[in-house]
């Protein structure tokens, strides 16, 4: 096909319907909602100032877009700090220890909806696509150098070939297929492994994720920890304060009172999981405001991790949620 005859609105379609996939993959990269769209819409901005160059004989189009948004986030992570998790800061805390001081937003590892990164209609597909977008998974991805963390994506992620990798990164099949080996050997050393098989979200998870929203609206402590894994984690980013343990977070449950009383929930998904945006009473419009948004992590029945972001009104946008809901 000829591109230089096709028209704005068709290029724009044709370049927008990769999206999605785009933005998993930058995702992945970055380790950030914010800085994956801003990925994705530059590698949407070079992809449209070129496209009158683009030779479909020589690539396809797919493959193009992958090879500008890997450059576009290798530039963007030239100086960057790696993005973590709490877990991955320090050592847990006590019941009772102070918080200490807010870190910068760039020193974690932020959710993205699962509406901006997922595509296609293949239940198979979808759940592999959840598990490599997980919290987890995307904090261990960022220990590796960007050019590793680009080929274990590309080649254990999304399934190319090595010397389709090779080729969008300008390296031989051997130096992929290299750096392949030590990415694997990285995430092996944080326990990820990669190609493992997906979890189902199941009925007994959605009744779980049930009784948790009921008893968290209630704040009905003695619940929510009988729901938890005797081993879950807990944090709240910019913190980097965390806990571990069922009989911790009660500790701290309990001591904190009553601090979601009127409080509404509105449930969504983040990273492959449920998520819960929390609003409180707001004083001033008498109507409710954002609070925070909780990631949670589901295995074996029971939470296994809560992760609470505190930038409610700078995250909601992202999740196309309301800055403020009315009263009932």
Not at 26 to 54: H, I, K, P
Not at 221 to 243: C, I, K, N, Q, Y
Request: aromatic share 8%.
């Amino acid at each position: 096909m000829d591109v230089s005859t096709d028209q704005p609105a068709e290029v724009a379609g044709r370049l927008d319907a990769h999206r999605n996939e785009l933005t998993g993959y930058c995702y992945r990269m970055l380790g950030s909602g914010f800085d994956a769209e801003d990925a994705v819409q530059e590698t949407m901005l070079r992809a449209w100032r070129n496209f009158a160059r683009f030779e479909a004989d020589r690539a396809p189009l797919r493959s193009w877009l992958y090879r500008i948004a890997t450059n576009v986030c290798l530039d963007m992570l030239r100086g960057a700090q790696r993005r973590a998790r709490a877990m991955d800061l320090g050592p847990a805390a006590f019941a009772g220890a102070p918080l200490g001081a807010p870190l910068p937003e760039t020193a974690f590892v932020q959710p993205i909806p699962d509406s901006r990164v997922l595509f296609g209609t293949d239940p198979a597909e979808l759940a592999a696509q959840r598990d490599t977008i997980r919290l987890a998974f995307v904090a261990a991805l960022q220990y590796l150098p960007p050019k590793q963390r680009a080929v274990l994506i590309l080649r254990d992620v999304l399934c190319w070939e090595a010397a389709a990798v090779g080729e969008l990164l300008d390296c031989s099949v051997a130096a992929a297929n290299s750096a392949l080996q030590r990415a694997r050997a990285t995430m092996a050393e944080h326990k990820i492994q990669t190609g493992q098989p997906v979890q189902s979200v199941d009925k007994a998870h959605r009744e779980l994720l049930s009784r948790y929203v009921t008893a968290f609206a209630d704040y009905d402590v003695r619940t929510l920890v009988s729901l938890l894994h005797e081993d879950a984690t807990m944090s709240m980013p910019p913190f980097s304060w965390w806990l571990r343990g069922r009989e911790q977070i009660r500790t701290v449950l309990l001591a904190a009172g009553n601090p979601c009383e009127g409080a509404r929930l509105v449930s969504t998904s983040a990273n492959g999981s449920p998520a819960l945006a929390q609003y409180r009473p707001s004083a001033q419009s008498g109507g409710y405001e954002p609070f925070a948004l909780m990631v949670l992590d589901l295995a074996e029945g029971s939470i296994t991790g809560t992760t609470t972001y505190l930038d409610a009104t700078r995250l909601f946008p992202l999740f196309d949620l309301p800055l403020a809901i009315d009263l009932d």
